[in-house]
């Protein structure tokens, strides 16, 4: 699907990598280092209030109270033009597109990965009913445990990720997120409803081997919305660590056509 009647965005354009449910900007992995090995424009990632560098702060329990704290961050860089492109995946989708909504000057591009949205979506394809427990006992369990069980639930192919374990354990006690937090997000997400479609390029993308998310989610978001909507054949919900190669060339595309529209 071909993209049209965009307006002339720079290079200079950051894009902010915006993470979900209580993971922080160090969890986008090697993805971040290719997409900024890929593109001219700044990349750029930040933590809502409650996980990473905010893990003391308290968690909104409201999507446009999270997205707000991210939104300040951006405010206060060097980098701050007025505009972003913004990348975003699960809860963070929802921060997005509550960006788009609110401030849409703001708002040069809007890619959502594996995001949903009420009442678009019933709530057993939002979150899985059978991955309910495994969910709240991820929120009571030690750092350790945890860990495992968010890959597992995460990805298509835990085994083969094994190795990103060990960094997530210790990022986890170098800035834990409180159980509280991690509710008061789940809430906040749980009550986001669909917000008009972004007054900008935006791109939906989804993966077949989500097991946490129904990738229906987005289908019915980009109806919605009319939107392009690309589906990844395998990856799981954090496709970013599945196949950051793959999505590093998707979105260099989208970036790739915004440009050439603008002309």
């Not at 492109?85 to 909504?101: C, F, R, T």
């Amino acid at each position: 699907m071909v993209l049209t009647n965009f307006a002339v965005l720079a290079d200079a354009t950051p894009v902010l990598l915006i993470r979900g449910l209580t993971r922080e900007q160090r969890h986008w992995g090697e993805f971040k280092t290719l997409l900024s090995a890929a593109l001219p424009n700044p990349v750029l990632s930040f933590d809502f209030a409650g996980t990473g560098q905010l893990y003391q702060q308290c968690s909104p329990c409201s999507i446009s109270g999270l997205r707000q704290s991210v939104r300040q961050q951006w405010q206060q860089t060097p980098q701050y033009n007025g505009r972003v492109h913004l990348l975003a995946i699960s809860l963070g989708g929802m921060l997005a597109a509550d960006w788009a909504a609110q401030y849409p000057y703001e708002v040069a591009s809007v890619t959502l990965i594996n995001s949903s949205a009420r009442p678009l979506s019933p709530f057993f394809r939002r979150l899985y009913w059978r991955n309910y427990p495994a969910i709240l006992r991820s929120v009571v369990v030690g750092a350790a445990q945890r860990e495992q069980l968010i890959l597992q639930l995460t990805s298509a192919n835990a085994a083969a990720h094994s190795r990103v374990i060990p960094d997530w354990q210790l990022w986890q006690q170098q800035r834990p997120v409180s159980k509280l937090n991690a509710l008061r997000q789940l809430w906040a997400a749980s009550r986001f409803v669909v917000t008009p479609a972004p007054q900008c390029p935006t791109l939906l993308l989804s993966s077949l081997g989500d097991s946490l998310v129904s990738p229906q989610c987005s289908a019915d978001l980009a109806r919605y919305w009319q939107v392009a909507h690309i589906q990844h054949p395998w990856a799981g919900h954090d496709l970013a660590l599945d196949d950051a190669p793959w999505l590093v060339a998707q979105y260099r595309q989208q970036l790739a056509v915004i440009r050439q529209a603008g002309r």
